[in-house]
């Protein structure tokens, strides 16, 4: 998306493919890094050009930046180029064939075990470890610095798309990685060139009235905004070939039955397994 050219317009039609032309706010600030936010989509197709050397180091930096809770950094990442992993990998999480096609995969780690070590050389136990909390704690640090790959991955043209499927079986995937008691994959992420033949729009997410409140949680009139939702992501599916039209449809799919999670409802049992006792 070029910003220099007419900021006023660009931004208007970037919220506009983000939110809906009846839902564009019509005054605030707009810069280069707002331009990149909303133009994000997940790429699910990609070209096997190789990256830049250092891309995975600008991805995930050593001084890594993302904010980390208590400054902890219990998370991690494995970045997986053996064919025979990925492979794996993609069988795992519904044989999404872009595991295996794009040039850079990633599988970022909620990470305990990293202090579960330091306190073993400590000699001391971190009776802290092994609540729900700590878990959490984990998850979102690993949520947030993969979300800093995902906006740097973008910002230098590459595509992206999150893999949660591998939590299908979170302890395969420790097998397959070799994670030690207290690391476990929270999601993969692809990373490469986009392949022209999937290239994907911006998708239409809800208004903002349905997602924002002031003060006090509010319940809008979601009968209304779900409609209107429903019908932009009709045209959306509409435009872009997909089977599942409107958005009422899709949730449907995925939370209907026990079935759809694909193993995930195992995921508890799975992250115990792993050293996660959840207390
Ligand atoms: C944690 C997480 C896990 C996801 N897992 C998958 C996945 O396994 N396969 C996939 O194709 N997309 C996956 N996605 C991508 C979402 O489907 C996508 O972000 C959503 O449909 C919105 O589309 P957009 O990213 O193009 O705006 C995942 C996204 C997130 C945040």
Redesign the pocket.
Known sequence: MNVSLDPGSVKSAALAARYGADATPAAGPWNDTLALLLD???I?GYRPDPLPAGTLETLVPPDQPAATSSNMQTWSVVAVADPQKRQALARI?NN?KHIEQCPLFLVFLADLSRLDRMAAAEGITFQGLPYAETFLVAAIDAALAAQNAVIAAESLGLAT?????LRNDAEAVAKVIGLPKGAAAV?GLCVGYADPQAA?EV?PRLPQPAIVHFDSYTVPDESALRADYDAKLAEFSRRNEMAQSTWTERVISRLAHTKALNGRDRLRAALGALGFPLN
């Not at 798309?161 to 499927?165: E, K």
């Open positions: 994000h989509r997940s699910r999480a999404q798309v999150y893999i949660g499927a999601f994907a998708k």
